[in-house]
């Protein structure tokens, strides 16, 4: 009877040239457990190259908290799992990283078979964390709960449909647009549009597109899918 066979983890690297040489050489060690699609010198190379490739696993080399924000962008924007190397020892940036979607973290000083077993690790679905930074930032999602909760506002927000964040962005992307060029960029009538606009303003406590557009731009939710 012939055996199952494994389907080899897929993995990309995103890292600069020098780091990326060597984290390619050690996956590619592990064939055929392991598959290396490609490789990406940044997120937005990264990016480009992912709309063709469906990894199971981003292995990201990120050094600093400027690359947190394109990190996020990328976890929004794919569904593979993100693992991160890095020889950062700022523990707030490395918490930032898990809180914005990283599901571990390995450091350039661990040894050659901690990214392995982190890579195996993470596909399957778990946490590559140590304990103490578990701890860390279980408490501050805890605290980011409390405070949302706190927040009047924030409260406000979470109640809007995808719908009518959609909306919101396309009003707040061009504000002296008519409601007529605004229904056809959503694909709706204008009485749809007229009847997402009457929920939105009864859900913030608004009365006008100008306070809609004024709230939405303070509340960063200019952009679809905020």
Request: aromatic share 4%.
């Amino acid at each position: 009877m012939q055996g199952f066979r494994i389907s080899p983890v897929q993995v990309y690297l995103v890292a600069p040239p020098m780091v990326s040489w060597g984290l390619e050489r050690l996956v590619q060690t592990e064939h055929p457990l392991m598959e290396l699609l490609g490789t990406g010198c940044d997120i937005d190379v990264a990016l480009a190259a992912l709309a063709k490739e469906e990894p199971d696993v981003i292995v990201v080399a990120v050094e600093s908290p400027a690359d947190l924000p394109r990190f996020a962008d990328l976890h929004s924007k794919c569904s593979a799992k993100l693992l991160v190397v890095t020889g950062s020892q700022d523990t707030a940036l490395l918490d930032q990283l898990v809180l914005a979607g990283a599901r571990g973290v390995v450091r350039t000083s661990d040894p050659p078979a901690a990214l392995i077993k982190a890579i195996e690790k993470v596909n399957a679905g778990e946490l590559w964390i140590d304990r103490s930074a578990t701890s860390r930032i279980f408490m501050e999602m805890a605290r980011q709960k409390a405070a949302d909760a706190n927040d009047p506002e924030k409260s406000k927000i979470a109640t809007l449909t995808t719908r009518e964040r959609q909306t919101i962005a396309a009003v707040a992307g061009d504000a002296s647009a008519p409601a007529k060029v605004i229904a056809r960029r959503l694909c709706i009538s204008e009485h749809t549009l007229r009847n997402h606009l009457t929920s939105i303003y009864s859900k913030l406590e608004l009365t006008s597109r100008l306070d809609l557009y004024a709230y939405a731009t303070r509340h960063q939710l200019t952009e679809t899918g905020r």
